[in-house]
């Protein structure tokens, strides 16, 4: 009797926990799906969709032909690439070097380099200090503003630490016998043990950069230079049906004129959205890997 209401209560337990991820993944992926919906439909029936609507009506690749024929849209978007990948590159190198160094117990001040590492969560600088920073730096109106800043973000450095911690010391006394130098041991032994957490701030940096637009905005003022997330937020906020498509494509394509603002805008967040989610598709084997190997070593 016990075992057969445990089993009930397990049953029921497992259908609340079913029940409510899905209900998750269907708040999360169906706007998304109606973004997409819009911007495939034709622009005659995109009024007359609802917030629901999850199926293009009529479909039609006008909206994208337009954006991405945008010279606005092309420079941002390589703008955004640029940004991105340099940053993350950078983020990525500097964050495990740092990590690998305050994770050795020999290092010589380690307690006082991590306390200033953790004032650095603390008492973040505002925003007029750091302007001042960056134009005493000579880098205003360069990428590298951008780039540049929180070249080691503490959260992520911590993670890190923590997990170059976990390796087991065996493997690093066995590749010092072996005449590795600290660099050879932190690439070829450290981190492939530690690839779970590289992947997950890589992914950290990756979505941080790419949404970033506030900076770019302040220290970028070149329009040519700014990312995709400022172009959107300049199509988005002027409603402007000729800066979105171009003035070119305004004359020259017949059907220009009568594509749904609506249609342009749902495109263009669709646009910024869809690089980064490719991304975790390369970034979740990642995990899996990390997964099987701790598995088969238990």
Do not use: C
Request: no cysteine.
């Amino acid at each position: 009797m016990a075992n057969a209401n445990s089993t009930r209560f397990e049953r029921l337990e497992q259908t609340i926990i079913v029940s409510s991820l899905l209900l998750m993944v269907v708040v999360t992926v169906q706007p998304i799906l109606n973004l997409l919906a819009i911007s495939f439909s034709d622009s005659a029936q995109v009024p007359g969709m609802s917030g629901l609507a999850v199926v293009p009506r009529g479909f039609s690749l006008d909206v994208w032909t337009l954006l991405i024929a945008n010279p606005e849209v092309q420079r941002g978007l390589l703008n955004s690439l640029f940004i991105t990948i340099t940053g993350t590159i950078l983020n990525v190198t500097f964050t495990a070097l740092m990590a690998w160094a305050l994770s050795r117990p020999r290092l010589p001040g380690r307690r006082i380099l991590f306390v200033f590492v953790l004032a650095t969560i603390v008492f973040e600088p505002g925003l007029i200090p750091d302007y001042f920073v960056v134009r005493e730096l000579g880098l205003l109106n360069t990428y590298w503003a951008v780039i540049l800043y929180k070249l080691v973000n503490a959260w992520y450095l911590i993670i890190l630490i923590r997990f170059f911690e976990e390796v087991p010391g065996e493997l690093l006394e066995a590749a010092e016998l072996d005449g590795a130098n600290a660099f050879q041991t932190l690439w070829k032994v450290v981190l492939p043990l530690t690839m779970p957490a590289l992947a997950t701030i890589t992914l950290f940096y990756l979505v941080y950069h790419w949404n970033e637009f506030l900076r770019p905005m302040i220290y970028l003022n070149d329009s040519s230079m700014h990312p995709l997330q400022v172009v959107l937020r300049k199509f988005v906020l002027d409603g402007d049906k000729s800066s979105m498509v171009g003035l070119a494509a305004m004359s020259n394509y017949q059907g220009a004129a009568q594509i749904s603002t609506r249609a342009l805008n749902a495109g263009m967040i669709m646009l910024t959205i869809l690089p980064i989610l490719a991304v975790y598709p390369l970034i979740l084997k990642f995990f899996t890997k990390g997964t099987m190997s701790g598995a088969l070593k238990g």
